[in-house]
């Protein structure tokens, strides 16, 4: 399916850019893409609404004393974070049906677009998603 193949090169290249930037400095004393699951979530979920691909839910889910956030939209998950479970060796999953995923308790806040929460998150990652950006654009 080209959408997905679409989605997944735009979810290669984005967590690229948050590897390669100094957007990760702003996730708050993490080391991605362990504890960064959230922001980029939001950041990614962003990203594809800005690039019209509409808006994917930011799902939060829980597995014991342990969360993980991703994006999914219709049951296409998104995640670009995975590889900071010792569990997980891939860092990028693009799937309809992930066993993985279902090992969590999930639960479905907002949408994924970090501008619609509080202010201090907005000032926290609108710096990381300038420098995203940049970066994106250079290498196109």
Request: a negative charge; glycine letters at 8%.
């Amino acid at each position: 399916m080209r959408d997905i193949e679409t989605l997944q090169q735009i979810a290669i290249d984005f967590r690229r850019a948050l590897e390669d930037t100094d957007a990760i400095e702003t996730f708050e004393g993490q080391t991605f893409p362990e504890g960064c699951c959230g922001d980029a979530a939001l950041l990614l979920g962003t990203y594809l609404i800005d690039q019209g691909h509409g808006t994917f839910d930011y799902v939060l889910g829980y597995r014991g004393d342990r969360s993980h956030a991703w994006i999914e939209r219709n049951g296409l998950i998104i995640d670009i974070t995975a590889d900071q479970f010792p569990d997980m060796d891939v860092p990028i999953i693009i799937s309809t049906d992930s066993a993985w995923h279902r090992t969590f308790e999930p639960r479905v806040p907002n949408a994924a677009n970090f501008r619609i929460y509080d202010e201090r998150t907005v000032e926290h990652l609108d710096d990381a998603y300038g420098m995203v950006l940049e970066y994106l654009q250079r290498e196109k």
